[in-house]
Structures are given as structure tokens and as C-alpha cells.
């Protein structure tokens, strides 16, 4: 090989692994690690933290890592993303959105609470104000102090992860009670397939809401959840509707169809308002029957707040 062609080679190779490492910093959204600290794991994420003296970490990143290595497989990719621990006093500088500690992801972050988080203290005050065999079925899961953190972090913080691998290739969905749909059944896959042992952490909480009716849920049709979505419902009116699609999700896995997940994701990323035109109702499940199951489709057909 001639020098000349051997340099070529060389430059065109450094070349294509700028443009790839470009790529990967591109997606993850590092305007928002700015002060932070990193902590040094095994993991093949990066973890940042506003606070040094961290603790409680370990469970969180270890199901992390855990559900990365099963997505990754399912979906058939290896995602890059960042995990981010954040006082509740830090929130609004690292954070996407309010309230504080309440997990979110977005443009390849994921961000946690390192405090106990605002909505899980609010709610377990509405809760133990209530009589208390209304919530002591709550005490063998989340503790005599009822912390729902063990609820709204160690087990939201993988719909959130779920999110990402969507959020990767597209962030328009035709509806966004789908994109919930998709993040919260692959929480249930993972869980129910992979960590067991928080399976109890996982589906308590909602059994409680859901059984506690839908008195505190002034909007209940999915067109008012697209039109309001978090910005315009109440937290309880939202968590309302986040447990309706997790009796959905479950139901759907339950029945044996885990796989439906990397076929729902493609439709996600296929059908994105950034590529498509939005579908009708009629459009939309007709296209969901065919490319994704019929379990999704008859969530559209049969929800039953109309």
C-alpha cells in the first residue's frame, strides 16, 4: 500500500469515528450536567450527581444497567444515554420539568431524585390522612412509613429508560397515550421477566389507585389526555390515567405477548409526526391491528370513557 493511500485511510477512519462520536453527543443533552459530579461505576452509562455524598444509588443504577441489557437485546441496539441524580434544591437547574424528584428522560437523560420526591411525599400524606385500612395493604411493600419512592424510583425510572430507546429516533408520537403505553409495558416486561423481586413495588401502588376509583379524575377520555397531557391535568388527574395504561399493559404482557414490544416501538418511530401525517382514530387503529397487535388497537376501541 502507498503511503499517500495508507494516510487517506487513516484520515477517512478518524474521519467516521469524529462524525460517530459527534452523533452520540448530539443525542445525549449535556447542557444539563453542568455542575454535576460524576460517580464512577461499572456501568457502561455515565451517572452524575448533584451531590456528592451519594446514597440509595445502588439498587436504581443496578436495575438500570439490568434493564439496559435487556432492551438493548430485545430491541436490538446498544442505547447511549446519561443517568442524573439530582437534589429536590437542584431540580430546576438540571431538570427538564417539575416537580422535584418526579423521574423523567429526555434527549438521552434520564433524571432521578436524590431527595425523596415532592409527589411521593404529597401523596403519602393524602394517604395516611385516609382511614387506615384503606392503606395498610401498602405497608408490607413500601414500609410502615408507606415510602412511595420505592414506587416513583426504583421502578419509574425504568418506564423512563424505555422512553429513551423511542425517544432516540423520534419524539412526535401519533398520540402520546401510545408512547406511555409502550414505556409503561416494557417496565412490566422487564419486571416481571427479569427483577421479580420488584414485582411487588411495581404493581401494588396502582392496584390501590386503581381500586380507589376515579373520583379524583375530572378529565377521562384519551382525546382529553392528548389536548392536556401533563402540562393541563392535575397530578392526581394524570396518575389516573397512567394507571388506567398500566392495567392495559399488564393485561397485554400477562397474556403472554412481550414480543409485541419491538414491533410497537418501530411503529412509534414509523409513524412520527416528524415523518407522517397525523391519523385518524379509524386510520390508527386499522394500522395498529395490522403492524402492531390487536391488543393496542382495542385499547383505542374500548376505552371506556368516550
Given at each position: 500500500?502507498?503511503?499517500?493511500?495508507?494516510?487517506?485511510?487513516?484520515?477517512i477512519?478518524?474521519?467516521?469515528?469524529?462524525?460517530?462520536?459527534?452523533?452520540q453527543?448530539?443525542?445525549?443533552?449535556?447542557?444539563?450536567?453542568r455542575?454535576?459530579?460524576?460517580?464512577k461505576?461499572?456501568?457502561?452509562?455515565k451517572?452524575?450527581?448533584s451531590?456528592?455524598?451519594?446514597?440509595n444509588?445502588?439498587?436504581?443504577?443496578?436495575?438500570l444497567?439490568?434493564?439496559?441489557?435487556?432492551?438493548?437485546?430485545?430491541?436490538?441496539?446498544?442505547?447511549?444515554f446519561?443517568?442524573?441524580?439530582?437534589?429536590?434544591?437542584?431540580w430546576?437547574k438540571?431538570?427538564?420539568?417539575p416537580?422535584?424528584g418526579?423521574?423523567?428522560?429526555?434527549?438521552?437523560?434520564?433524571?432521578l431524585?436524590l431527595?425523596?420526591?415532592?409527589?411521593?411525599?404529597?401523596?403519602?400524606k393524602?394517604?395516611?390522612?385516609?382511614?387506615?385500612?384503606?392503606?395498610?395493604?401498602?405497608?408490607?411493600?413500601?414500609?410502615?412509613?408507606i415510602?412511595?419512592?420505592?414506587?416513583?424510583?426504583?421502578?419509574?425510572?425504568?418506564h423512563?429508560?424505555?422512553?429513551?430507546?423511542?425517544?432516540?429516533?423520534?419524539?412526535?408520537?401519533?398520540?402520546?397515550w401510545?408512547?406511555?403505553?409502550?414505556?409503561?409495558?416494557?417496565m412490566?416486561?422487564?419486571?416481571?421477566?427479569?427483577?421479580?423481586?420488584?414485582?411487588?413495588?411495581?404493581?401494588?401502588?396502582?392496584?390501590?389507585?386503581?381500586?380507589?376509583?376515579d373520583?379524583?379524575?375530572?378529565?377521562?377520555?384519551?382525546?382529553d389526555?392528548?389536548?392536556?397531557?401533563?402540562?393541563?391535568?392535575t397530578p392526581?388527574?394524570?396518575?389516573?390515567?397512567?394507571m388506567?395504561?398500566?392495567?392495559?399493559?399488564?393485561?397485554?404482557?400477562?397474556a403472554?405477548?412481550?414480543d409485541i414490544?419491538?414491533?410497537?416501538?418501530?411503529?412509534?418511530?414509523?409513524?412520527?409526526?416528524?415523518?407522517?401525517e397525523?391519523?385518524?382514530d379509524?386510520?390508527?387503529?386499522?394500522?395498529?391491528?395490522?403492524?402492531?397487535?390487536?391488543?393496542?388497537?382495542?385499547?383505542?376501541?374500548?376505552?371506556?370513557?368516550?
Amino acid at each position: 500500500m502507498k503511503k499517500s493511500t495508507f494516510t487517506n485511510l487513516i484520515a477517512i477512519l478518524i474521519c467516521c469515528s469524529t462524525l460517530q462520536m459527534q452523533g452520540q453527543e448530539s443525542w445525549i443533552d449535556t447542557s444539563v450536567h453542568r455542575g454535576l459530579t460524576e460517580l464512577k461505576t461499572d456501568y457502561s452509562f455515565k451517572t452524575l450527581t448533584s451531590n456528592d455524598a451519594i446514597k440509595n444509588t445502588a439498587a436504581t443504577l443496578n436495575n438500570l444497567n439490568r434493564s439496559k441489557l435487556y432492551f438493548d437485546r430485545i430491541f436490538q441496539t446498544e442505547l447511549d444515554f446519561a443517568v442524573l441524580f439530582i437534589e429536590n434544591k437542584a431540580w430546576g437547574k438540571h431538570a427538564y420539568f417539575p416537580p422535584p424528584g418526579l423521574p423523567q428522560a429526555g434527549n438521552g437523560n434520564v433524571i432521578l431524585g436524590l431527595d425523596k420526591s415532592v409527589v411521593s411525599q404529597e401523596v403519602e400524606k393524602m394517604i395516611t390522612q385516609l382511614p387506615q385500612q384503606y392503606w395498610a395493604s401498602l405497608k408490607p411493600i413500601y414500609g410502615a412509613d408507606i415510602d412511595l419512592d420505592l414506587f416513583y424510583r426504583e421502578t419509574l425510572s425504568i418506564h423512563e429508560l424505555v422512553h429513551l430507546y423511542h425517544f432516540k429516533e423520534g419524539t412526535k408520537p401519533q398520540r402520546k397515550w401510545l408512547q406511555e403505553l409502550f414505556a409503561t409495558m416494557g417496565m412490566y416486561a422487564f419486571i416481571k421477566k427479569e427483577s421479580v423481586s420488584s414485582y411487588g413495588l411495581m404493581d401494588t401502588y396502582p392496584e390501590f389507585v386503581i381500586q380507589s376509583g376515579d373520583g379524583m379524575a375530572e378529565f377521562k377520555t384519551l382525546k382529553d389526555f392528548e389536548e392536556k397531557y401533563v402540562q393541563e391535568l392535575t397530578p392526581q388527574n394524570y396518575e389516573w390515567y397512567q394507571m388506567q395504561l398500566y392495567q392495559n399493559a399488564k393485561s397485554i404482557i400477562d397474556a403472554g405477548k412481550s414480543d409485541i414490544l419491538p414491533k410497537f416501538l418501530h411503529f412509534l418511530i414509523d409513524t412520527d409526526l416528524s415523518k407522517t401525517e397525523i391519523l385518524s382514530d379509524f386510520e390508527l387503529s386499522t394500522r395498529l391491528e395490522k403492524e402492531v397487535g390487536k391488543e393496542i388497537a382495542d385499547i383505542l376501541i374500548n376505552w371506556k370513557y368516550k
